[in-house]
């Protein structure tokens, strides 16, 4: 005997939208939640692996390349060359101070320039790229741009900016597989972080827009310009002094 199916009706359809919607708040309210406590804990305990780290390992086993490994080692913030925070502050953000994790004026200018000459460029602080380093992928899209943005506010509210420094100067990717500082230091210099000098912080940091075409090993003429002209904005921000009263 055939089963006549139910008339899908209004209230039901009220009813199963109802559900849904709890469903969806739940589980934001967990994400949220979460996130929170992810955020909380980094505030003093060092990120054992981030997103960014598990995405290269995993698309390094689906193509099969050899070489594909991570290279990861934590610093803490008083074993780094202080000179390589200056700098990278001034490759990559240079109201890192001023701001709260989001530069409104720097997203102003590069929606201006797009406006002018449809060129979309990067307006990341150095915080967004910390949260979305540690939490989320890599890629272009409205979603991950609002989690980014979430995430990064939440960081600004938790951690202090020295903090966000220390963690940045750990993550960043500064060659295929090779993050932060302390494997970066190793691997193009043999030698300890603390121990850089100044053209060699200035060299890092000129490659952090896209590590895996601008190489420290075989600085490019662009690359060593690009080094050049962090060396002197570095001077413009005061160098070391830049850090006084950072906490």
């Not at 100044?198 to 690009?226: C, D, F």
Request: proline content about 4%.
């Amino acid at each position: 005997m055939a089963i006549t199916p139910r008339p899908v009706t209004r209230a039901r359809l009220v009813r199963l939208a109802r559900r849904t919607a709890r469903v969806v708040a739940a589980g934001a309210c967990v994400a949220m939640a979460a996130s929170v406590l992810a955020v909380v804990a980094l505030r003093w305990v060092s990120p054992p692996t981030t997103a960014f780290m598990l995405q290269h390992q995993i698309e390094g086993w689906r193509s099969g390349v050899a070489g594909s490994s991570v290279r990861y080692q934590w610093v803490d913030w008083a074993d780094i060359n202080p000179e390589l925070a200056v700098a990278v502050v001034a490759a990559e953000d240079q109201r890192f101070r001023q701001h709260h994790g989001l530069d409104f004026d720097a997203i102003s200018d590069a929606l201006e320039e797009r406006r002018r000459d449809g060129r979309l460029r990067g307006a990341s602080t150095i915080s967004q790229q910390v949260a979305k380093n540690l939490f989320l992928w890599s890629g272009q899209s409205w979603l991950r741009k609002g989690i980014e943005s979430y995430l990064t506010v939440l960081i600004e509210l938790v951690w202090s900016k020295r903090r966000v420094l220390e963690v940045y100067l750990n993550v960043a990717e500064f060659g295929n597989g090779v993050y932060g500082v302390g494997a970066a230091s190793h691997q193009f210099f043999a030698r300890e972080p603390a121990r850089l000098g100044r053209e060699q912080v200035a060299l890092l940091a000129a490659v952090l827009p896209s590590p895996k075409r601008l190489l420290v090993a075989r600085p490019s003429a662009y690359v060593r310009s690009r080094q050049e002209w962090i060396l002197s904005q570095m001077e413009q921000l005061g160098g070391i002094g830049y850090l006084d009263g950072l906490r």
